[in-house]
């Protein structure tokens, strides 16, 4: 690059549960700048996790935090040219890489959903990944199985 690179800017912590990784959510969740629809979506998602929760010394925010980590992958594909050919070369992913995969992952995939509002959208797909089930989870392991695959091709790692 020929600037130098952009210094990373403070996210401040929600009103809520007063931690940065929701806003972070949220502000990926946001559509057209409107942040405060995104964080009524996200809590009203949160109530709708916490009353469908079965197991109940877990708070809502916990659950969240799991099905996030559920979808975070480890390794992934990156197309590299060698000699006239590209392959698809399996890399470890940088940890903040991982947390905003899992995070576009998570909002894709309720966006896709069937249900009435995006709040219930979100809050079946947040339940679903928590259990390790769900389309975030499969492409999770989907991009685990492509890089399993690609195995092959690691030495050509720059």
Known sequence: MRKRQAKKRPILP??????QLVTRFVNMMM???KKS???????DAMDIV?????DEEKTSLEIW?????????HVEVRSRRVGGATFQIPMQIRPDRKISTAMKWLISYS?????KSFSQKLASEILAASKEEGAAVKKKTDTH???EANKAFSHFRF
């Open 65 to 73: 935090k799991e099905a996030l980590s559920n979808v975070m992958p």
């Open 111 to 115: 966006r896709k959903r069937n249900e």
């Open 37 to 43: 629809v995104a964080f009524k979506i996200f809590y």
């Open 14 to 19: 929600d009103p809520r549960f007063n931690d």
């Open 31 to 33: 559509l057209h700048g």
């Open 145 to 147: 199985k492509m890089a």
């Open 50 to 54: 916490e009353e469908k929760n079965q």
